[in-house]
T-cell receptor, first 111, second 117 residues
Framework: DAKTTQPTSMDCAEGRAANLPCNHS???????VYWYRQIHSQGPQYIIH???NNETNEMASLIITEDRKSSTLILPHATLRDTAVYYC????????????FGPGTRLSVLP | GAVVSQHPSWVICKSGTSVKIECRSL??????MFWYRQFPKQSLMLMAT?????????EQGVEKDKFLINHASLTLSTLTVTSAHPEDSSFYIC?????????????FGPGTRLTVT
């Protein structure tokens, strides 16, 4: 079972920041937080991951609370192409460990 | 970045026939690959873990005799849906992780849409 809770859906205006929350209150000390997204009829695309520090890359920023029980993915300037289902996943760093997908958040970026 | 390909991207087959789907890691080696299935408006569900040179590990409820997995090399895993039925129609997605990079992200293929008529 997925160890995360996300809102079912969210809307965001084009050009605005999209803030997607994720609760992972039972996260263990050795589990990372990963974010993927899936555009319709495509395979999931990696966005970002982190352990406890905030992370930023060319796609997004990941803010993890100090107690690590929740996190927020930030898309700083959402575009229509960011419309997708966003998955927050916690996972132990182990080569054989797969990713367990929950239902995710369906983000709709509106013009 | 690392690329995972799948072939075919879509396939239509008749009930009772078998279909093979290939998953390739194009620029890295992967001793472990994963196969997922996704029904419309649902999330990805792990079917099996494919291990190079050994038998695949199937998730509970997935019939190993129906979904045959072969991981013959460090860059190729295949999923064969045997005696396909309309209820097997789904989006099949594979993923792989570069060997030796346990902390890295998992790379997903573009998926294969199977329609059984």
């Amino acid at each position: 079972d997925a160890k995360t809770t996300q809102p079912t859906s969210m809307d965001c205006a084009e050009g605005r920041a999209a803030n997607l929350p994720c609760n992972h209150s039972t996260i263990s000390g050795n589990e990372y937080v990963y974010w993927y997204r899936q555009i319709h009829s495509q395979g999931p695309q990696y966005i970002i991951h982190g352990l406890k520090n905030n992370e930023t890359n060319e796609m997004a920023s990941l803010i993890i609370t100090e107690d690590r029980k929740s996190s927020t993915l930030i898309l700083p300037h959402a575009t229509l192409r960011d419309t997708a289902v966003y998955y927050c996943i916690v996972r132990v760093v182990d080569y054989g460990q797969n990713f367990v997908f929950g239902p995710g958040t369906r983000l709709s970026v509106l013009p | 970045g690392a690329v995972v390909s799948q072939h075919p991207s879509w396939v239509i087959c008749k009930s009772g026939t078998s279909v093979k789907i290939e998953c390739r890691s194009l620029d890295f080696q992967a001793t472990t690959m994963f196969w997922y299935r996704q029904f419309p408006k649902q999330s990805l569900m792990l079917m099996a873990t494919s291990n190079e040179g050994s038998k695949a590990t199937y998730e509970q409820g997935v019939e190993k005799d129906k979904f045959l997995i072969n991981h013959a090399s460090l860059t190729l895993s295949t999923l064969t849906v045997t005696s396909a039925h309309p209820e097997d129609s789904s989006f099949y997605i594979c993923s792989a992780r570069p060997w030796g990079r346990e902390g890295d992200e998992q790379y997903f293929g573009p998926g294969t849409r199977l329609t059984v008529t």
